[in-house]
């Protein structure tokens, strides 16, 4: 299993910058695939990003392509969202997920989330 704990959330100002950080404990870290998905308020849960175990293959949801970035340190358990150029329409509960199955479904292991605002 997999335990993960979401920090860096927080508000920021239209255009500026925030980095998201995913830390997950157990041992086999390094042969999930791991994503990031949102909820904004009155809204399905949407797929953000996914990166696969070995960092080499990413996946983005288009309304973030070229502006958020995600990485991953197998060595620190931990899994990033590099977020610039945010809009307000980025605002929302940001989730860390894990999948053994693939970048873009199969996700079985839930963070609790951390919140992002986006002010205009």
């Known amino acids: 299993q997999v335990q993960l704990v979401e920090s860096g959330g927080g508000l920021v100002q239209a255009g500026g910058s925030l980095r998201l950080s995913c830390a997950a404990s157990g041992r086999t870290f390094s042969s999930y695939y791991m994503g990031w998905f949102r909820q904004a308020p009155g809204k399905e849960r949407e797929f953000v990003g996914g990166?696969?175990?070995?960092?080499?293959?990413?996946s983005y949801a288009d309304s973030v392509k070229g502006r958020f970035t995600i990485s991953r340190d197998n060595a620190k358990n931990t899994v990033y969202l590099q977020m610039n150029s945010l809009k307000p329409e980025d605002t929302a509960v940001y989730y860390c997920?894990?999948?053994?199955?693939?970048?873009?479904?199969?996700?079985?292991?839930w963070g609790q989330g951390t919140r992002v605002t986006v002010s205009s």
């Open positions: 997920a894990a999948s053994g199955v693939g970048i873009r479904d199969g996700y079985d292991y």
């Open positions: 990166i696969s175990w070995s960092g080499s293959r990413r």
